[in-house]
């Protein structure tokens, strides 16, 4: 694997879903004790596993809901059923476990850069102890029973976040799109299944898990992502080729506005912190920590950005988020 596949491969996620035998779905899942014997459950077999801190959303302002799901550690649906969901964190936050969302069950497992078996080693690891613990709904001929049809079978989902600004730019994604779902793969927004693109960050995954081993999905959309990542690698040395002063340019003042600025609203923050990225990524700009950096585009969105200020109501966001970025840019960003 290239090197440089890390400034495009984000990051790794594998996620199963699971739903506990006798139980119905969320949609019918109204009776509260059903919904506490789940993630009375399933917390049981977070013990035997690890530290974990577990949460009932109905616990929560929805300003903290908003930042869990800001952070890509919870989903909208759980969201949704606040009153009967929960979700468990591990210290490191990488592996989440999410109660009463779609299904009853949905583990997932994030690690940094391009590689689906670390954390599908892991995940693996802690749904085996699940199953042995939970009397979980399967069957010999569609296997794991889930709540769409898509996830039937191995019901896992393997995805890869990746950053694509050059293909963006020379109009290839939706060519991307088009074929991907050929492919039986599907290219998806920053937060998932019906969301816009934000910052050139997008989602691939297998659209389906039935008929399919794991590893046969692990290595089907690896191979795929491998494939994006040297057309992304490419695009970028097509840039620089044709229009080198234009770009440079446009990650200057992107660098420039988002150092400067006195009002800063949330997608142009997502857009511009891209710009710098690329920029690093290009070699115009010098990012002295990659990880903080990437933090920013959470932490200037509206809910996390609450919950880190703690601003009045009588300060206007968007001056709260220039003043925060303005500051955390001076620190992390020089010219190269």
């Known amino acids: 694997m290239s090197e440089n596949f890390d400034k495009i491969a984000i990051t790794s996620r594998i996620r199963l879903a699971r739903n506990v035998a ?6 019918k899942l109204r009776d509260e004790k059903d919904a506490k014997f789940i993630v009375d459950a399933v917390s049981a077999a977070l013990s035997k596993f690890g530290d974990f801190d577990i949460v009932k959303l109905k616990n929560l302002s929805i300003n903290e809901c908003n930042s869990l799901l800001e952070r890509h550690l919870i989903s909208k649906e ?3 059923n606040k009153d009967i969901s929960a979700v468990a964190l591990s210290d490191d936050e990488h592996l989440i476990v999410m109660m009463n969302e779609e299904d009853h069950i949905r583990e997932q497992c994030l690690c940094g850069g391009f590689n689906l078996y670390r954390p599908y080693r892991e995940i693996k690891r802690f749904d085996d102890l699940l199953l042995s613990e939970v009397d979980v709904a399967y069957s010999d001929e569609y296997g794991f ?8 079978g191995t019901a896992m989902r393997a995805s ?3 950053f694509l600004p050059a293909l ?3 109009g290839d994604i939706e060519l991307i799109k088009k074929e991907a779902r050929g492919l039986g793969h599907t290219l998806r927004g920053l937060y998932g299944e019906g969301t816009a693109t934000y910052g050139s960050f997008y989602q691939i995954s297998n659209q389906n ?8 999905i692990i290595d089907n959309v690896s191979d795929y992502v491998f494939q994006i990542c040297q ?3 490419s695009a970028r040395e097509d840039i620089l080729s044709s229009n080198h002063d234009e770009l440079i340019d446009e990650i200057f003042r992107a660098y420039g506005v988002l150092k400067e600025c006195l009002i800063l609203g949330e997608r142009e923050m997502i857009e511009l912190l891209s710009l710098v990225k690329f920029g690093e990524a290009l070699g115009f700009l010098k990012i002295s920590d990659q990880k ?4 920013l585009s959470v932490e200037g969105c509206s809910a996390n950005l609450k919950e880190i200020e703690n601003f009045s109501i009588e300060k206007k966001e968007e001056r709260v988020r220039s003043e925060y970025i303005n500051k955390k840019i001076g620190e992390l960003v020089k010219k190269a």
Do not use: C, Q, W, Y
Not at 209 to 216: A, D, R, T
């Open 22 to 27: 006798g139980f119905n779905f969320f949609t």
């Open 78 to 80: 759980l969201i949704e």
């Open 145 to 152: 029973i889930t709540s769409s049809p898509a996830n039937l």
């Open 160 to 162: 890869v976040m990746l």
């Open 168 to 170: 963006e730019r020379n």
């Open 209 to 216: 898990s039935l008929g399919m081993s794991e590893e046969e």
């Open 231 to 233: 057309m992304e690698l």
């Open 292 to 295: 903080s950096f990437d933090k």
